[in-house]
């Protein structure tokens, strides 16, 4: 190349990336400069070097249909099952992996610290218990009456020893 | 963090299902009757009431006073004003199967006269009476459904 030849424009040229000036002048150039002229032609022959193998590939395969089939591919892939995917919803496995199980344990034990009272509360009977379970005053004597005929319990306060409206019985 | 995030969401469902099991609502009916010896009537409302005392008592009039129906909730006390300064107090301290535990108070100027724990089955009804009500007596029918 002469001192006025440009080995940067030169290759811009060749890849499309000049001004419309710098194309003239470019253009210009090469129609009486040899060595430029040399040098652009080796850069096309390089160029053909690299994107021949690449258009010879692409004639003989159809490179759209085989991405095609890729995605019918992967979309045909089956679904997992609904017990795996619950599985792995939970992620149980890794819970133990990591150890995560210990917080686990302290919060269902507490649970079921929270819930004892009323799992563990016995559930009386309705024919070994009695109706009244206490009964308090302060102000009266208290006659408990318990009917199982009747199905019924009677508490009533005695204001005085004369015991006004009490039973007849 | 989604594993917290599950464990999170299981103990919260826990905690609503023993809640909810621990906070089921229960019905009671009190209904205040003045029970005297002045004339014959009897109230229809209260003829279940009369057949049950009947037998044990010599009143020939039943008067329905009030009629309460009240929603319990554990451990929530509910109180009925009969007159002023006299309430009946309701508590819901215990839920089973087949059978409620209440806690009655009768109180008198805001305070207890009459504390008892019962254990109601849904056809049982539970009567205290007493209290002198003008010329008659009081008489506090209660009951649950559930």
Known sequence: MKESCSGELLERFFDGEV???????????LSYCRTCQHALKSMEGLR???????????????????WQRIEREIQSREKPPWKEIVWHWLDVTSMLRKRV??????????????????????????SDLSVVEYVESQSYNVMVYESEKENVTVIWLLESPEMEGAPQS | ????????????????????VTFAQVQA?????????EGFAVDPILRDVHSQLGSLFSFTSY??????????????????????????????????KNLVE???????????????HVRLTSERTILIG??????????FAISARF
Not at chain 2, 29 to 37: D, G, K, L, W
Not at chain 2, 102 to 116: D, H, M, N, Y
């Open chain 1, 48 to 66: 053909h070097l690299i994107k021949a193998p690449v258009d010879e590939v692409d004639e003989k395969e159809n490179l759209y249909w085989v």
């Open chain 1, 101 to 126: 199980w210990v917080p686990a344990a302290a919060a269902i034990v507490a649970i079921l610290l929270a819930l004892a009272p009323s799992l563990l509360k016995k559930t009386p009977s309705s």
């Open chain 2, 102 to 116: 209440l806690r009655i108070r009768i109180k008198r100027e805001g305070v207890s006269v009459l504390s008892t």
């Open chain 2, 130 to 139: 007493g209290p002198r009500q003008g010329e008659g007596t009081l008489i």
């Open chain 2, 1 to 20: 963090m989604k594993r917290i995030s599950s464990l999170s969401f299981f103990a919260v469902i826990l905690l609503l299902l023993s809640s909810s």
């Open chain 2, 63 to 96: 008067r329905l006073l009030k009629d309460a129906n009240l929603g319990l909730v554990g451990n929530r006390p509910v109180e009925v004003p009969v007159r002023p300064g006299k309430s009946v107090e309701v508590t819901l301290i215990g839920e089973y």
């Open chain 2, 29 to 37: 009916r009190v209904r205040i009757i003045e029970a005297s010896n």
């Open chain 1, 19 to 29: 001004t419309e000036g710098e194309r003239s002048l470019v253009e210009g150039h």
